[in-house]
Each structure stands twice: as C-alpha cells, then as structure tokens.
C-alpha cells in the first residue's frame, strides 16, 4: 500500500515495499540466472522474479530427461562466472565428433562428418543435464551478493517511462528498476506487457526425448539422422552422448507420430528407435520417463522497447535439431551483461540498440540454418530429396564445410 508522506512528516515512500535495483529480471531459469550473476559480479544490484519457487538441491534418481548441448563459448562464460565448478562433470560428456546422415544415402556414401581434432579444439560442444546446470546457478546465486529472488511471485504490470522502469508483483511489492529483462521463456509475459509481437509458426512437430542405456559403447560421438517416417512426414533423430554406455536421444517427429511413440510400449518404442538408428550402438534399454515438446519457431520483432530488454527463449525459440537455443540464449545474456559493464545507466537506448544489433544478427545466421535443413528436409518429392542428399555428401567431401559447420556450432 502507498504510505503517506505528508501525514507522517517524513519524505514520501510511493509503496511501503517497493525495491529499487540496477535490473530486474523476469525468470530464474538458466538464462535468467545467469545474467543476474554476471550483472552483480560487474557490481549491480539485481533482482529477479519468478513464477515458481527455486528448486530443490538434491538430484533426483538417474539421469534427466532434459539434456542440453552446450558450446564452448557458453562453458567458457559459465565458467567464468564460478557456475561451471558446480557442475559434476562426471555427470558430462564432452562431444568429439559429431555424424550427420541424410534420408536417402547411397551405398558407399558416408555421413557428413564433424570432427573436434580435425578443427583442432578439445570438443564440439558438451553434453550436460539442464538440472545439473540449474542446481549449479542456483548454488552461485546464493552466494552473489546484490541480488535478491523474489518467488513464487506473479508479475501483474510493467510501466516504463524515460528513467525507469517498474514492476508491480500479485502481492503489492514494486520493484523499480532502470532495466527490465525478460528471460521468462517462449510464452514472455514480459514480452507480452512491453507490447512487442511475435513472428513464428509451429513445425507441426513433437521432439520426444528420451535416455536409453545401450550395449556399444558411444565413444563421445553424436549421431544425427533425417529420415522420412511411414507417415511421409519427415524425422530428425539426434543421439546424444551419456556417461556410461547411455545416450539421450531427440526425435523430431510430426504430431500424430510423437503421440503414439509417447503411448506406445517400452519395448516397441525401443525397437523403432533402434531401426530410425541404423542398429548403431546394439541393443537399447528405456532408462526413465519419454517426454514430448511441441515444436514452434518464433521470433519477436523486437529485442528492446524502451527500459525492456527480452532475451534467450523470451526473444527467440528455434528448432532443436541444432541443439542451439540455449546457447543462444547463453550468448544474448552474456553479451548483454558485458554490454552494460560500465554504463552509469543500463537502460541506456543506445546500447541497447547496439546489443539488439548484434543479436539478431547471431539470431538469424543460426534461424537460417536450422529453418533451412528444417524445411529442405521436410520436403517429400523425390527430386529435392536426391539433391539434398547429394548436397549432404558433397558438404562431406568439402574439407572447408564441415569445418565452417563446427565454428558454427560453436560460435553462439
Ligand atoms: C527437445 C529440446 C531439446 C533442446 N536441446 C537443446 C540443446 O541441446 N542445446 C541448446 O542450447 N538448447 C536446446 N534446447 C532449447 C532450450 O531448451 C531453450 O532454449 C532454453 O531452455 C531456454 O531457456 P530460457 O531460460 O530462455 O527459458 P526457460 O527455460 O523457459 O525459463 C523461463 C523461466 O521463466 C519463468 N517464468 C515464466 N513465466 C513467468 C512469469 N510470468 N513470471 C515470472 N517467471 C516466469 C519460468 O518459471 C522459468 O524459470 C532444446 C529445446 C527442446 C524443446
């Protein structure tokens, strides 16, 4: 409730528990997280507020469902931060070569090869749990001082002008800020209460991921196969290396398809896969829950509006089958946060017009690629399916493109 000046004598307070801070950042997922630490170790007072509670430090039974590919630059970032110390990295598995199949290869014809030693780094990317990741943010914020959680709260309004920016929580607190930033996921209430629109579509497609103990070993080698289903809908399958003989495994597939694979028996489920997999690593055993994920492309129109800055999955939401949006998401925060190092006042417009800038332009390098293979491989008529094969297998013999492909991958 606003308190009375004038009754008390004393300088007016506009709400009794209203929090003013450098940034206020909408949600604590790894995004969030991680920018709110990177701003507080530059010496900035932050707060961040989520809809749910933090989570639990334990680690639960097995594997998580929920596996991320993570670039270098991200580790490195993470890494800096004191986060990647938290992380076990028994628990990882660093990915040193990478094969991607076509849907039509011809006997004699190889897969598309990515190699980290023949790019002369120590790994493509890096296989990591999600919770493994966010128990390790967690940790660090704890011990970051400047920075407050606020959750479980509910967002209920946002009101920026040209000095400042607040927010208002379900339960009467505001939190003034000179920044607000969104990192509050595909379905952005901050996005949505700065008034910026999206462009997207839905794949028609469900990634169902799963983990699988199998009987080859996988010697730190992700697989990736398009493929073309009974359906005629087209497929991508994605193995990810676990520790141990394991693999976690991201199988792009249309609607209809998801839905039975998800309901389906365990062991019929497991037999498909095998076959989608070319029998690659012997026999498979389900290991915990299948999880689906409806798959959509979208992008907001804009990444700044006034004292609001959206990023990670708030800004932009691409195909998994480059295992790419958090990595993006990484990078849109981490060059954030450098971007404000310095600056008297971080809602600055003209630096965040610049961050804006590069952004999108890392955005819609990476959104090419992915919606491009996305859509070629999508295709069903014969002619362009023997083209992109062949193109798959020229890109193959090309010494200079699977190398361009791995700095790619590793760039974001
Ligand atoms: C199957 C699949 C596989 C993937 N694999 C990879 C991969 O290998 N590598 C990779 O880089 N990316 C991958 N991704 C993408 C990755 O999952 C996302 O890009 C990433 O999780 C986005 O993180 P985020 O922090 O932006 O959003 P989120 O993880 O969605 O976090 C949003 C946070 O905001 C909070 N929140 C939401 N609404 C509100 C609100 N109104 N008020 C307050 N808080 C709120 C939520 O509670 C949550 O904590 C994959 C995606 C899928 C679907």
Known sequence: MPSDGAATGRPPLRYASEMKVDVAIVGAGLTGLSLAIALCRAGRRVA???ARAGRPDERGAGYDAR????GPPAVAWLTDLKVWQGVDTGRTVRVEEMRIHGDAPRAGDG?????AYRAGIAELCT???????????ERAAQHTGGLDLLRPARCVSLAHDEHQARLTLGDGREVCAQLIVGCDGANSWTRDAAGIGTRGEGYGQTAVVANLA?????????TQWFGIEED??????????????RVSIVWSVADALAARLLAMPEDEFVARLRVAGNHLLGDMRLEGPRLGFALRRQVAASFVAGRVAIAGDAAHQVHPLAGQGLNLGLGDVRSLAAGLDGTLDCGERRRLRAWERERKAALSEMVGVTHGLQRLFSQPHPAVRALRNLG???AARLPLIPSFLVSGATRA
């Open 48 to 50: 961040v507020v989520d």
């Open 67 to 70: 596996i991320y590919a993570i």
């Open 111 to 115: 897969p598309l090869e990515l190699s």
């Open 127 to 137: 296989i990591a749990e999600e919770s493994e990741i966010g128990r390790a943010l």
């Open 214 to 222: 199998c009987r080859a070993p996988h010697r730190n080698r992700a």
């Open 232 to 245: 005629g809908a087209s497929s991508v399958l994605a193995w990810l290396p676990l520790p141990g003989d």
């Open 392 to 394: 798959l297998q020229a």
